[in-house]
């Protein structure tokens, strides 16, 4: 059989070239030298599952009403704990029924929302750096990523009055990211004011990836969108149990806020999933109840690890901000050296894995992402190795 060639579609080869290339072999060639590499390039929680959400799951795994296909929207019961959660940390109120959306984890939902809302030609409003799935989701509905570069001089925030008037007049969806991967910066309730009237202006729908607001520092709360007036009538949030519970291998998430914007995702869905294991939606009550009990903890966790790996490397002469929030530490590249020239250094000299910023598009160019999902005493060795093999 001769077969013929196999060609991918447009859309795949219109894919952004893969970045990380060249650094994956620089890692698996230090790997192959036996080199201890120091893996500082996971977005992925390194501890486990709390116990009583795994306990939850075993006995819904062993009751035959969960083997059946669950609903497209989630149970009720889930989406009743997603209200009582949101109504008890953010003081918002949501209708179980209409305004809260089980996803397959939350990436799931913001890749397929454009689908619902974005025509061919359609213009999408992008923040860079940022999670690759936004321009992805764009762009297989057909739209048209805008970039929105998040600058130092903006705090890190994309400048709504800096998109020009006809880009704001053809956009038809935004998404926005807080607390942000990769810089960890956390947008406050006047931004979100700001963000709520420019989308009533200019009739953008507004898709916010809250996935990481309760992985927070120094008892400082992340706020919701929703809870600035007027959000719900222009978008929803998106957020995952993934970082907050260790969850990210069980894939469940959920989006709450404007009705119609979630029947529009919800259509999407039915055409191409069949929701959530049961199972894990009722260990996903379990998590949701537990409030603080399980959470509290990891939060330390990561801020004692924040607080050796921050100030080691200022020590260095690094040019880094203490993040407020998830577990993202962004460092402007020294000078001399590009994002992707500091991350090779870091990995050939100090066998410390590390993102180039501009992996998360052009703007994160000059930065370089390190992760806190590796012990205290792994942090601590990274400093001291990066001091040995100088900058
Ligand atoms: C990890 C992550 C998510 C979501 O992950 P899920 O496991 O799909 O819920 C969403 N947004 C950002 C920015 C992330 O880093």
Redesign the pocket.
């Known amino acids: 059989m001769a077969g013929f060639p196999i060609e991918f579609s447009g859309r795949i080869k219109a894919l952004p070239p893969y970045l990380f290339a060249a650094i994956d072999e620089m890692k698996q060639k230090a790997i192959a030298r036996g080199v201890d590499i120091i893996n500082l390039g996971i977005?992925?929680p390194d501890l486990p599952t709390p116990a009583p959400i795994i306990e939850r799951l075993k006995q819904a795994a062993a009751d035959p009403k969960n083997h059946q296909y669950p609903s497209y929207e989630g149970l009720l019961s889930f989406r009743q704990a997603v209200a009582a959660w949101y109504k008890r940390r953010f003081g918002v109120t949501l209708d179980p029924a209409s305004e809260v959306l089980t996803?397959?984890?939350?990436?799931?939902g913001?890749g397929h929302v454009p689908l619902a809302f974005v025509d061919p030609g359609d213009l999408v409003l992008i923040p860079s750096p940022?999670?690759p799935?936004y321009p992805v989701g764009a762009s297989f509905a057909g739209g048209v990523p805008h970039i929105m570069p998040l600058l130092k001089k903006n705090g890190f925030l994309p400048d709504l009055n800096a998109i020009p008037q006809d880009v704001a007049r053809r956009a038809k969806l935004m998404f926005v990211?807080s607390p942000?991967?990769p810089t960890s910066v956390v947008a406050d309730k006047d931004f979100f004011k700001r963000l709520v009237a420019f989308a009533l202006e200019h009739r953008i729908i507004v898709c916010h990836?809250a996935?990481?607001s309760e992985i927070f520092y120094d008892g400082r709360r992340p706020p919701s969108f929703l809870e600035v007036e007027g959000a719900r009538d222009v978008g929803i949030e998106?957020h995952?149990?993934?970082?907050t519970f260790n969850?990210?291998g069980w894939?469940?998430?959920f989006a709450v806020g404007n009705k119609q914007v979630l029947a529009g995702l919800v259509k999407v869905k039915s055409q191409l999933d069949s929701g959530v294991f049961q199972a894990v939606q009722e260990a996903g009550i379990i998590a949701l109840q537990s409030d603080d009990q399980l959470t509290e903890g990891l939060r330390k966790v990561y801020q004692e690890r924040r607080d050796v790996l921050v100030p080691g490397l200022k020590q260095l002469g690094l040019e880094v901000d203490l993040p407020r929030a998830?577990f993202y530490v962004w460092i402007a590249t020294p000078k001399g050296y590009t994002s992707t020239s500091f991350t090779a250094h870091l990995l050939e000299k100090a066998g410390i894995v590390t993102t180039p910023g501009n992996g998360f598009g052009e703007a994160g160019e000059g930065y370089i992402r390190m992760t806190l999902t590796t012990s205290k005493e792994r942090l601590v060795e990274a400093v001291e190795r990066i001091r040995n093999a100088g900058l």
């Open positions: 977005g992925d996803l397959i984890g939350s990436k799931e913001i940022g999670y799935v990211n942000n991967n990836d996935a990481y998106f995952s149990l993934s970082k969850m990210t894939r469940i998430g998830a």
